[in-house]
């Protein structure tokens, strides 16, 4: 059973570079606002706004492909891709504070 991800897309899918599956835009062409790679692991960074002002969130997973050489994204990752997923993690964090804290110096010191 596959479960949708932020992109639309199925677990069992994956997106072009232009934020399409099998020529449709994933969620009116929603695109993430900043991908992290490290080997097959992704987290995608995405911008949202609320009622409260922009905020942002991320997606965790891994790539690997099937015997039939087919790609797929899923979020559920082995105990050796752990390290890498704190990493990402971690990096996801300090790319998001690192935008926050240049938006709030461009508005003079406010968030």
């Known amino acids: 059973m596959s479960k949708s991800n932020r992109t639309g897309t199925s677990s069992t899918e994956r997106s ?3 934020g399409q599956v ?3 835009p994933t969620q009116e062409g929603n695109k993430p606002i900043h991908t992290i790679r490290y080997r097959n692991l992704k987290g995608a ?4 706004t609320g009622a409260t ?12 492909q099937d015997k039939e050489e087919q790609w797929h994204d899923v ?4 105990t050796g891709d752990l390290p890498m997923l704190a990493k990402l ?8 504070t ?14």
């Open 98 to 111: 690192w935008q926050e804290r240049r938006a709030s110096e461009e508005n003079g010191g406010r968030k």
């Open 16 to 18: 072009n570079p232009d």
């Open 75 to 78: 979020t559920s990752f082995n």
């Open 22 to 24: 099998g020529g449709k």
């Open 89 to 96: 993690a971690n990096d996801c964090h300090s790319w998001i």
């Open 45 to 48: 960074i995405w911008k949202n």
């Open 53 to 64: 002002g922009d905020f942002y969130t991320v997606t965790l997973s891994r790539a690997y």
